[in-house]
């Protein structure tokens, strides 16, 4: 995933430095979708464990 995100925002810097900034910045605002993407779906897949993790421990 880092390196995914890393060479978009490299893709990114790239057409900055040739003078698209308008695609620039939406490949970086894209970039930064998929970091938020990415942390959304950690984030409830270990709220997800955590809730399955105390029904057995309260079970027993």
């Known amino acids: 995933m880092f390196l995914i995100v890393y060479c978009t925002f490299a893709i990114a810097v790239f057409f900055w430095i040739f003078g698209y900034v308008k695609t620039a910045v939406i490949i970086g605002i894209l970039a930064l ?8 779906r950690r984030e409830i897949t270990r709220r997800r464990l955590i809730k399955r993790r105390t029904v057995t421990n309260k079970s027993r």
């Open 33 to 40: 979708s998929l970091i938020a993407y990415s942390f959304i």
